[in-house]
């Protein structure tokens, strides 16, 4: 069994208040955990309007499938419309 870490870094640049930060944040992690069943948590940076930095996991039953998984939610992240990706880091346990 495999544990897989992503920790992504992301920017929002429209957002003007945390109310329109929550917004894209709640349209994100709804749609990463329809689409690939995963759990999300955010941290950091909570009192700031545009940037964020979330924590996904997943487990598998081997490493491959899992960083072919969390690859899939970093290409996902990195095309959804209301956000950049800055940066991320992988981690496999």
Not at 19 to 38: A, I
Request: hydrophobic share 40%; with cysteine; proline share 1%.
């Amino acid at each position: 069994m495999t544990i897989g870490i992503l920790k992504l870094s992301l920017f929002i640049p429209h957002s003007n208040s945390l109310k329109e930060k929550r917004m894209v944040l709640n349209s994100l992690k709804q749609k990463l955990r329809n689409n690939f069943n995963v759990s999300i948590t955010t941290l950091n940076d909570n009192d700031k309007w545009q940037k964020v930095e979330m924590v996904i996991v997943c487990v598998g039953k081997n490493g491959r499938a899992v960083d072919s998984l969390l690859n899939e939610v970093v290409n996902f992240t990195k095309n959804f419309n209301q956000l950049e990706l800055l940066n991320y880091t992988l981690e496999l346990i």
